[in-house]
């Protein structure tokens, strides 16, 4: 089977960067996808690493290294609005994501 | 405009009921998923479909069942079997074949049972 590590909650000021780390073990690893829900809405996806290294996507970045199994989203330029929980997911042998428990950022003014 | 749609919002029922979530999608995906979310917690795959008339297990199927006759829809029962059924439900889909990384989800449906 698989499982996913990543920090329960991080709190952090408007401005600020913050890191949240994922750790997994699975078999069959293709790999590493991000997405932020707000409360009571529905999740929406941010970002997938299938190679090592770092994607950016405007403030948002998302690192893997596959030797490691250890992943990364930064959220940089912090927002009120980022305040929500960052779910990493794994995708692996038989088409279909694997979640972690999600990390809640709380952004404050 | 293109999307998932879940229906109710909010829906309770009486323990021993059994009870079905609609899923609709609009996306023209062939992949679709259905999730469990318990408050502060992850999600867990509970049934997930790649093709009409084929679907298979996610992690926590038990006490759960699913049809998928339509493209479009991937209706959710969940009977009285399943020993704890409130929770947050919600559908998702994908592109097939290497775009599953990618999943879009619907509103959810908030299931109280008593």
């Known amino acids: 089977g698989q499982s996913l590590e990543q920090p329960s909650e991080v709190t952090a000021v408007e401005g600020a960067i913050v890191q949240i780390n994922c750790t997994y073990q699975t078999s069959g690893f293709y790999g590493l996808s991000w997405y932020q829900q707000h409360d009571g809405g529905a999740p929406t996806f941010l970002s997938y690493n299938a190679l090592d290294g770092l994607e950016e996507t405007g403030r948002f970045s998302s690192f893997l290294s596959r030797s490691d199994s250890y992943g990364y989203l930064l959220l940089q330029e912090l927002q009120m609005k980022d305040s929500a929980s960052y779910f990493c997911?794994?995708?692996?042998?038989?088409?279909?994501?694997?979640f972690g428990g999600g990390t809640r950022v709380l952004v404050k003014p | 405009d293109g999307g998932i749609t879940q229906s109710p919002k909010y829906l309770f029922r009486k323990e021993g009921q059994n009870v079905t979530l609609s899923c609709e999608q609009n996306l023209n995906h062939d992949a679709m998923y259905w999730y469990r979310q318990d408050p502060g917690q992850g999600l867990r795959l509970i049934y997930y479909?790649?093709?009409?008339?084929?679907?298979q297990k996610g992690d926590i199927a038990e006490g759960y069942s699913v049809s998928r006759e339509k493209k479009e829809s991937f209706p959710l029962t969940v009977t009285s079997a399943q020993k704890n059924p409130t929770a947050f439900y919600l559908c998702?889909?994908?592109?097939?074949?290497?775009?599953?990384?990618?999943?879009?989800f619907g509103p959810g449906t908030r299931l109280t049972v008593t």
């Open positions: 997911a794994v995708e692996a042998a038989g088409n279909k994501l694997t």
């Open positions: 479909s790649q093709i009409v008339n084929d679907f």
């Open positions: 998702a889909s994908s592109l097939q074949g290497s775009l599953i990384y990618e999943q879009y």
